[in-house]
Nanobody, 128 residues
């Protein structure tokens, strides 16, 4: 059974930092693209960042220069280090995995038609 388990969410003030972690099990981590989506109440699920098995990275424009994604294939883990957080970054953040991960926007962050595997989500709240 494939599982993605996130940790590291929480509440911070504007300008603060958080690091999210996602541990994958049930598949070989380096065969898949890994990444992070987020969804705020009333909004679409949007792609934040991805990293391929060979280390190619994508960032959405709204996080470029503030977020840093990395992966440790030996530990089957992907990280999202978030700095200079803003109130508009408040959302549930979901770890995702697929052989090719690139859907920009989805109605919901559990859509297995476009993304094979999802974590359960971790809340990030940024206070003003």
């Amino acid at each position: 059974e494939v599982q993605l388990v996130e940790s590291g969410g929480g509440s911070v003030q504007t300008g603060g930092s958080l690091t999210l972690s996602c541990v994958a099990s049930g598949f070989t981590n380096d065969d898949f693209d890994m990444g992070w989506y987020r969804q705020a109440p009333g909004n679409e699920c949007e792609l934040v960042s991805t990293i391929t098995s060979d280390g190619t990275i994508y960032y959405a424009d709204f996080v470029k220069g503030r977020f840093d994604i990395s992966r440790d294939n030996a530990k089957n883990t992907v990280y999202l280090h978030m700095t200079s957080l803003k109130p508009e970054d408040t959302a549930v953040y979901y770890c995702a995995a697929d052989q090719i991960l690139g859907a920009q926007k989805l109605a919901h962050c559990s859509n297995t038609y476009h993304v094979d595997y999802w974590g359960q989500g971790t809340q990030v709240t940024v206070g003003a």
